[in-house]
């Protein structure tokens, strides 16, 4: 012990490259997190901006601001930018950032897989988003227009957009396979002596489950995406019914990646729900081995049920009856996770600072998702509620009440630990009342219309729908502003800010916690013993 | 039953017109440049039901909407309470529990469980099943068949039995589109020709398409069902009672998605069967016109016609396009090349062989399938005549009768 205290103290922790090298060439979890974290913020904003063009161009029936060609490319490009550049990567920015400090490792397991996995996304979302810029110059039409999912034959029909944003999630696929593999190696390698799988964190339980969907089903994606390019390009007819293909293929497996995709952005943050929550009530997460197993069975849930996101593509009776019980099946594992929330919080002692306000929030925003979930297994009923803007609600509440409201509770709860210095509780607190406010009035609108029937994806509508569609415009602009809250918040806590303990939560247990704020550039250089 | 459905419309209607009042008052029509009379229409659920499925999935959807509502209240109101009751400031110690201890807890945490089970698949789960069986049931009693094919961005319908086709597009002005003139009633859901279809019969709906996937949807028929290039896919419904309905299409089909209605006249049989000898009537004067040897003006105003119902949207009135996506016509290389070769047949990749067969990979459809002899040709001729285009030659329908 003695020893190695000398050591490091004749060797000061922090020796880096200045400047820009020490970004480029790092291979600290701290560095790599932050530069995740940092890329998911300007990505957020970037998907943000295409779909506010979005919503001001529906702002009133009529086209306005933009042909239907642009408007088409923007909704899809939004969705994989705040997927794949956004969600996801601030996923992996927590992971880096905690997953050592939570299990007592001195670093992840892989740093320099760590440091490439990382600078595959700039590329990336360069690819992604250069159609636009190339368009203006006259070269090509554009980004991808076909929404996210690729459907095929319109998308084999598609311009150049659609072969960069092949590209680009292939990159994007082989950066997440690489951070899974990394998270996978150092959970199962390097917790610290006497932390055994079920002395864990349940953060990091969530993030091992979501590591191995992302192995499981990517490369699925990516060979469905490669197909696809050969059909473009080569030849091929997979999905070609001409040839012998058929277009439905396309969507099973574009689906299979599809649904445990969803779980892939959700796990990490149902997984650090139960750490906000025992910090903030001030007592134990409840139901620990419940909520692992429950982790466990939506993991394999997740790959049983993806048909029920084509329905209306027609299929035979038993495959509609089995792919809507099976869909409904994952509302038990997920009541599981719901109760356990619920049973931390009772009987503890509360306080609500922004992390606790946002958990809370996204409890009662993510039941909207689950329960209109439930309801949309239903095969008949879902005729009526699919590929309308009742789906649009319904997912933007799992994934922006669910997702990214996640994200922030996680945020707000570790930047104390990240910076040393308290953010500012107020402005926190409003960009918490904003954001749930205006939320609910961007896309609670959004399940009426798709009940009166307005198809999603449609640059211009009926009149009929003219009212809703201004009052999510509305919501729509108010969310977004309400965003540089947030990051003029992260930004001045960064910078300076009241000095925080060790502890910084009053309520807050493990090991993270033990460490100094913000942690030595290398932490847990000799591993913590667990009792 | 019936009293009590309607006592719940009335109620709900009630509340709808609160709503809409404040809406109002919030969003005055005038600000939004609308008429008056489209702001009242929109509602809170789904639209009047007018087919037996339809009816079962609006019953179906308010007993789920129910059960999730009082699910979502009960489970927040234990939380809202216990955030009321278990806060710091209100003095409450925390307690040490990390999972259930002993047989009551056990008893209490496993409840839930119980009562979720029994809704997804006894309470949910069995008109589910019942309502699949009934909606994937195409064939028992079906009275009549109607075949509907999407086609970027229109859709074609036809008869089978009674031998009729034709195809149906927006009918909404581009200039209301444009905002360059006020909005119709019916905007962007009214078609130039509707399908029409008889009341109290069972019509089994055989859907296809020709370029990418599209969605037939008409929300007050319960039914939405994609149109699969390639593949024949099935639904069926019986309107019950005569009006006319209209739908869009669902499914993300390029760039006019969005402009591709569905409109159904739903009417007695007795005038269903006039209307169906009207179409055969015409159909016949159409198909005698390809016997007749046209003028070149008859051909050129036709054209003019056939291309702007059908070929506008991509290649635009201008015959300039959208390049690269969508050619220019105007001094295009295709279109000024020869027209046949030397035995009056079709030369690969020439101007007619694109009309007539598209070009594979591309939004440029095979036209031969859903044009008649005098379309093909009218808009052919006048296709070689306009926008610049000075080729002075034409083709008549006889021709492409034969070159089919």
Redesign the interface.
Known sequence: MSTATTHAAEHPAEHYPGGLMRWLTTTNHKDIGTMYLTFSLIMFFVGGLMILAVRAELF?????LM???FF?QLIGVHALVMIFAALMPAATGFANWMLPLMIGAPDMALPRLNNWGFWLLPPAAILLTLPFTLALFGI??GAI???WTF?A??S??G?MGVDFAILAVHILGISSIMGSINIIVTIFNMRAPGMTMMKLPLFAWGWLITAFLLIATLPVLAGAVTMLLTD?HFGTHFF???GGG???LFQHLFWFFGHPEVYILLLPVWGLMPHVLSTF??????????QVYSFIAIGLLSVMVWAHH?F???MP?PA??YF??ST??I??PL??L??CW??T????????ETPMLFA?GF??LF??AG??G??LA????D??Y???YFVVAHFHYALFAGGIMGVMTGVYYWLPKWTGHMYSEKLGKLHFWLTVISFNLTFLPQF?LG???M??????????????N??STLGAFILGLSQLLFAWNIWCCVRGGQKVDNQVWE?AEGLEWELSSPPPHHSWEIQPVIK | MASCTLETQTARNADVNLVAWLLRSLFPPSALLLPGAASAAYSFNFPEPVTPIARETLHIHNEFMLIITVLFVVVFAIMIYSMIKHRKSSGHAPATFAGPTGALQWFWALVPFAILLFIDFVLMGIPAVKAIINMEDTQTKADMVLKVTGMQWKWQYEYPEAGVKFISTLATPRDQISNAEAKGEHYLLEVDKPVVLPVGKKVRVLLTSTDVIHTWWVPQFGVKRDAIPGFLRETWVLIEKPGIYRGQCAELCGKDHGFMPVVVHAVPEPEYLAWVETQKAEAKAVAGGAERTWSKDELLVEGKAVYEKVCAACHQPDGKGLPPAFPALAGSKVVNGPLLDMNGKVIKDSHVDRVMHGKAGTAMQAFSASLSDVELAAVITYERNSFGNQMGDMIQPAQIKSLR
Do not use: C
């Open positions: 009133q029936p009529g086209l306005q042909q239907p060609e088409n090509g039409d227009a076909t929404g459907y034959p319109l084999v029909q311009g473009r070609d019914a001409a058929d277009p439905i009530s001030r007592k134990p997460a409840y139901g620990y081995k419940a084509f209306t593509a027609g009776v509609l009856i809507m019980f409904m099946a509302s038990l009541a599981v719901f109760f619920i049973a919080m009772w009987k503890g002692a509360m306080t609500f809370v409890i009662v039941g909207i329960l209109t439930l309801i239903d095969v008949a009923a005729a009526q699919h590929h309308s009426f009940l009166a029937g198809p999603r994806r449609i640059p211009d509508y009926a009149l009929q729908f003219a009212e809703f201004a009052i309520g």
